[in-house]
């Protein structure tokens, strides 16, 4: 992995969430790079394009409610390969579906509730960046 730019995976079908949690990351962290995918199965083709150790990303945060593939299938088939199980993964969505929180608490995946105010933003990056190797 490039020591100088670290990289995060964001997959949220949401535009907007992308672009402001890109932005808040690029002020409060300029050293880490985000990636973007709009579901699951376009982050499932990112990450084998980067299952190279040098390009893969050091964090992957989910949202949970995305078409074609939503965060847990997502999760699960990430955890299921042998080359990308290892990289930390987050969840932040606006899902408060309780089996969901308890089965991502349950492994121990941090769980960030949407929607976040903007003071807590910088928070939020930061707690990101935590998760990295």
Do not use: W
């Amino acid at each position: 992995m490039d020591p100088i730019k670290k990289t995060i995976l964001y997959v949220d079908d949401d535009a907007d969430d992308r672009e402001l949690l890109g932005e808040v990351m690029q002020k409060v962290t300029p050293e880490f790079k985000v990636m973007f995918a709009e579901n699951g199965l376009h982050a499932l083709e990112l990450l084998n394009v980067t299952k190279e150790e040098k390009f893969r990303p050091c964090l992957i945060v989910l949202d949970l409610n995305m078409p074609f593939l939503d965060g847990r299938q997502t999760f699960e088939r990430i955890k299921a390969d042998i080359q990308l199980k290892s990289i930390p993964v987050a969840i932040l969505s606006s899902g408060e579906n309780p089996a969901d929180k308890s089965f991502f608490g349950n492994q121990g995946i941090p769980y960030f509730t949407k929607p976040i105010k903007a003071s807590d933003m910088e928070s939020l990056a930061n707690d990101l960046t935590t998760l990295c190797d």
